[in-house]
Protein backbone atom coordinates (compact mmCIF):
# COMPACT_ATOMS: atom_id res chain seq x y z
CA UNK A 1 0.00 0.00 0.00
CA UNK A 2 1.26 3.39 -0.65
CA UNK A 3 -0.49 6.65 0.37
CA UNK A 4 0.71 9.92 -1.86
CA UNK A 5 0.45 13.53 -1.27
CA UNK A 6 1.16 16.06 -3.63
CA UNK A 7 1.94 19.76 -2.37
CA UNK A 8 3.42 22.92 -4.31
CA UNK A 9 0.62 23.84 -6.23
CA UNK A 10 -0.61 27.63 -6.22
CA UNK A 11 -1.35 30.39 -8.26
CA UNK A 12 1.52 32.22 -10.96
CA UNK A 13 1.74 34.44 -13.91
CA UNK A 14 2.87 33.01 -17.04
CA UNK A 15 6.17 32.42 -17.73
CA UNK A 16 6.49 31.78 -13.86
CA UNK A 17 7.52 28.80 -11.95
CA UNK A 18 6.59 26.26 -9.42
CA UNK A 19 8.15 23.06 -8.08
CA UNK A 20 5.26 20.33 -6.99
CA UNK A 21 6.33 17.41 -4.43
CA UNK A 22 4.84 14.11 -3.85
CA UNK A 23 5.78 12.81 -0.55
CA UNK A 24 4.42 8.66 -0.80
CA UNK A 25 4.45 6.81 2.33
CA UNK A 26 4.69 3.05 3.15
CA UNK A 27 7.86 0.84 2.45
CA UNK A 28 9.26 0.16 -1.09
CA UNK A 29 9.21 3.57 -2.35
CA UNK A 30 12.22 3.22 -4.42
CA UNK A 31 10.50 -0.22 -6.38
CA UNK A 32 7.83 2.06 -8.14
CA UNK A 33 7.38 3.79 -11.15
CA UNK A 34 5.87 7.25 -10.68
CA UNK A 35 4.25 9.97 -12.53
CA UNK A 36 2.34 13.33 -12.71
CA UNK A 37 -0.94 13.95 -14.29
CA UNK A 38 -3.20 16.62 -14.54
CA UNK A 39 -6.81 17.34 -15.36
CA UNK A 40 -8.45 20.81 -16.20
CA UNK A 41 -12.31 21.74 -15.63
CA UNK A 42 -14.43 19.98 -18.06
CA UNK A 43 -11.21 17.72 -19.62
CA UNK A 44 -10.08 14.22 -18.68
CA UNK A 45 -7.31 13.32 -16.83
CA UNK A 46 -3.57 13.60 -18.88
CA UNK A 47 -0.40 12.43 -18.72
CA UNK A 48 2.52 14.68 -17.90
CA UNK A 49 5.56 12.98 -16.54
CA UNK A 50 7.21 9.93 -15.60
CA UNK A 51 10.26 8.39 -14.07
CA UNK A 52 10.89 4.91 -13.66
CA UNK A 53 12.05 3.93 -9.89
CA UNK A 54 15.75 4.47 -10.69
CA UNK A 55 15.19 8.69 -11.82
CA UNK A 56 17.31 7.34 -14.88
CA UNK A 57 14.15 7.10 -17.23
CA UNK A 58 11.24 9.91 -17.89
CA UNK A 59 9.24 10.77 -20.03
CA UNK A 60 7.02 13.80 -20.84
CA UNK A 61 4.24 14.71 -23.17
CA UNK A 62 4.84 16.36 -25.67
CA UNK A 63 3.16 20.29 -24.26
CA UNK A 64 5.34 19.94 -21.61
CA UNK A 65 8.62 18.94 -22.79
CA UNK A 66 11.60 21.59 -22.36
CA UNK A 67 9.59 23.20 -19.60
CA UNK A 68 8.99 20.85 -16.98
CA UNK A 69 11.35 17.91 -15.17
CA UNK A 70 10.58 15.16 -13.59
CA UNK A 71 12.72 13.99 -11.10
CA UNK A 72 12.50 11.70 -7.53
CA UNK A 73 14.82 11.36 -4.60
CA UNK A 74 14.12 8.01 -3.20
CA UNK A 75 16.04 8.69 -0.15
CA UNK A 76 13.11 11.24 1.06
CA UNK A 77 10.22 9.06 -0.88
CA UNK A 78 9.94 12.12 -2.31
CA UNK A 79 8.72 13.11 -6.12
CA UNK A 80 9.41 16.53 -7.78
CA UNK A 81 7.79 18.18 -10.71
CA UNK A 82 9.53 21.04 -11.93
CA UNK A 83 7.53 23.77 -14.13
CA UNK A 84 8.90 26.30 -15.55
CA UNK A 85 7.98 28.79 -18.43
CA UNK A 86 4.45 27.85 -17.09
CA UNK A 87 1.32 29.13 -19.65
CA UNK A 88 -2.14 29.55 -19.13
CA UNK A 89 -3.09 26.25 -20.44
CA UNK A 90 -1.07 24.25 -17.81
CA UNK A 91 -3.86 25.53 -15.43
CA UNK A 92 -5.40 22.53 -13.91
CA UNK A 93 -5.24 20.00 -10.72
CA UNK A 94 -1.98 17.95 -10.20
CA UNK A 95 -1.90 14.31 -8.92
CA UNK A 96 0.65 12.30 -8.56
CA UNK A 97 0.32 8.45 -9.52
CA UNK A 98 2.66 4.91 -8.58
CA UNK A 99 2.80 1.53 -9.99
CA UNK A 100 5.04 -1.39 -9.80
CA UNK A 101 5.33 -1.13 -13.89
CA UNK A 102 6.96 1.85 -15.41
CA UNK A 103 3.71 3.59 -17.47
CA UNK A 104 2.46 6.26 -19.35
CA UNK A 105 -0.77 5.76 -19.43
CA UNK A 106 -3.07 6.52 -16.62
CA UNK A 107 -3.78 2.85 -15.13
CA UNK A 108 -1.68 3.92 -12.18
CA UNK A 109 -2.55 1.65 -8.87
CA UNK A 110 -2.31 4.49 -6.42
CA UNK A 111 -2.95 7.83 -6.70
CA UNK A 112 -2.99 11.00 -4.95
CA UNK A 113 -5.18 13.63 -3.96
CA UNK A 114 -3.97 16.56 -6.18
CA UNK A 115 -2.66 20.13 -5.89
CA UNK A 116 -4.12 23.23 -7.49
CA UNK A 117 -2.44 24.97 -10.56
CA UNK A 118 -3.49 28.13 -11.49
CA UNK A 119 -1.70 30.07 -14.10
CA UNK A 120 -2.92 33.70 -15.40
CA UNK A 121 -2.20 35.61 -18.48
Known amino acids: QVQLVESGGGWVQAGGSLRLSCVAS????????MGWFRQAPGKEREFVAA????????DYANSVKGRFTISRDNVRNTMYLQMNSLKPEDTAAYYC??????????????WGQGTQVTVSS
Open 51 to 58: TDWSGRTS
Open 97 to 110: AADRVYKLGRSYEY
Open 26 to 33: GRSFSSYA
